[in-house]
């Protein structure tokens, strides 16, 4: 594949264009690979996860030294630091689809860690359906979660909620009337 690269919206060179497996390789090493198709981390330690950032092909950057490095797009330029949660395995979707279809027995209790909540569903058939319908509804807005206190793994483009909380340390601006 040919592609045509302009310069100031003038033609300037006719240069070949990276097939498919090469854009897939370069994205495998890049900087996200350590992500592998969720939203966070592989090595995510104290909330925070250092990944791995590629500059462009013949971009030129100068460090604090004053040197010059000319970067052809394959070497690692730095590592970016971000924020992350810690996953331990526990799939949103999986939870959501256990609540849904077979909650009444219990079963997304036990998929997250809750033994004796579930067992206590499965003796009493969801709390008579009642108990499955509101675990439902907490399982999908994510307010109860894994028992080991970690995060859902989501998916990258899925639905990932960031709960708001208010402290001490919280500004409040008093509503005036007019």
Not at 69 to 96: D, L, M, Q
Request: glycine content about 8%.
């Amino acid at each position: 594949v040919r592609v045509l690269r302009r310069w100031h919206r003038v033609p300037r060179e006719t240069v070949a264009a990276p097939s498919l497996a090469v854009f897939k390789a370069r994205l495998d090493t890049g900087a996200w690979s350590n992500l592998l198709y969720t939203q966070e981390p592989m090595n995510c330690t104290n909330h925070t996860a250092y990944v791995q950032c590629l500059p462009a092909p013949n971009i030129t950057c100068k460090d604090h030294l004053g040197v010059e490095k000319v970067f052809t797009g394959h070497e690692v330029g730095f590592y970016k630091p971000i924020a992350c949660r810690n996953v331990n395995g526990y799939s949103y979707k999986v939870a959501v689809a256990l609540s849904l279809f077979l909650g009444w027995l219990g079963a997304d209790r036990f998929y997250l860690g809750y033994p004796a909540l579930g067992l206590l569903k499965f003796c009493t058939v969801g709390f008579c359906g009642i108990g499955s319908l509101i675990d439902f509804i907490l399982i999908s807005m994510q307010i109860v979660g894994p028992s080991d206190g970690s995060s859902y793994i989501i998916d990258y483009y899925g639905a990932r909620l960031t709960r708001l909380t208010i402290t001490n340390a919280t500004f409040r601006k008093m509503q005036t009337y007019p």
